[in-house]
């Protein structure tokens, strides 16, 4: 059984990350969603609220497979992550080259921490590609819409959120 990771803070998780998902799930009999708390940045939800949104998305809005995904925390690197849940591929998705240098500088830093580790970059189809958990956030606290960016219940839950 081929696992593979799919670090992120999900902060919150939007249409783009799904895609990443999706394609994620074509190729690797079981994905794991992984968010986490990085020191370096702020975040608008909760670690127990991020792993909240991202089930109700991936399994109550969007009906995708349990048993092909499991959503987790994690606090520790990402590597050691792929040794407890014994995959070896790390799937990280990629927007715009802007994003390129920092995933390609993060990639090298985990190959040099194990070689064993692969990176697989995804890009999310065209239409989501713009889409970034930031975005999302400042246009819904404008009071601008953002169903075409996250699910229904996303949508619900940044809307009480602010």
Known sequence: MKTAIYPGTFDPITYGHIDVIKKSLNIFDKLIVATTDNNNKSYHFSIEDRLDIINVSLFKDLKLNRKKIQVIAFENLTIDLCNKYKA???IRGLRAVSDF???FQLAGMNKKLNPKIETMFLMS???NQ???SK???EIASLGGNINRFVT???VKVLKNKL
């Open 152 to 154: 229904k219940s996303t």
């Open 88 to 90: 070896n591929v790390i």
């Open 101 to 103: 240098e920092y995933e």
């Open 125 to 127: 189809d065209v239409e």
């Open 135 to 137: 975005f999302v956030k």
């Open 130 to 132: 713009i889409i970034s």
